[in-house]
């Protein structure tokens, strides 16, 4: 018998050798059984002085190419990523006992993608991304509030806020 370890995970794994359709299995099943965003991951970037950051993002897709989510290029993260493209994320699945921890360098999607991603989104969601200024301090609720409000009078029409 060809055991891959002597816990029982062979039914874990699969069989399969190509880690990227392993995640697919186990994401398809994590969709299944998690309650909240089982695409939810830890992102660890550092800054040039290899200062580590840890945070959640969502993942939006994913094949041999990579990992893709999405971020606000002059965040925290942003630029991070710009002084130093090794990033960490991890998968915590707890309703699955399960994790998946991936490492590599980050690159950019093409603009076409990320227009294609922001159009996709909700116009509250849009309205919220130009609002918003990620990792800025925000002196008042406000402020935020006035925000919002004056982007929804610039793009009164959903299908033009972009």
């Known amino acids: 018998m060809n055991e891959k ?10 069989d399969l050798d190509n ?28 800054d040039r002085n290899n200062i580590p950051s840890v945070r959640m993002v969502l993942l939006k897709d994913f094949s041999e190419d990579g ?13 991070e990523l710009k002084e130093n493209l090794n990033a960490a994320m991890c998968f915590h699945w707890k309703s699955l006992l399960r ?3 991936i490492t590599g360098k980050v690159s ?13 989104r909700g116009y509250e969601s849009r309205i919220g991304a130009w609002a918003s200024h990620q990792s800025q301090e925000l002196k008042t609720r406000d402020q935020l509030l006035k925000q919002i ?3 929804k009078k610039k793009y009164s029409d959903e299908k033009k806020c972009s």
Not at 7 to 14: E, I, M, P, S, V
Not at 67 to 79: A, D, E, H, P, R
Not at 108 to 120: C, E, H, I, N, P
């Open 5 to 14: 370890n002597s816990l029982g995970l062979n039914k874990c794994f699969l």
């Open 19 to 46: 880690p990227i359709q392993l995640f697919n299995e186990w994401m398809e099943e994590a969709k299944k059984t998690e309650p909240n965003d089982p695409n939810a991951l830890s992102l660890a970037t550092s």
């Open 67 to 79: 990992f893709v989510f999405y971020t606000n290029l002059n965040s925290q993260k942003g630029n």
């Open 99 to 101: 994790q998946i921890r």
């Open 108 to 120: 950019l999607v093409s603009d076409q993608t990320a227009d294609k991603y922001y159009s996709s």
């Open 149 to 151: 409000k004056d982007y």
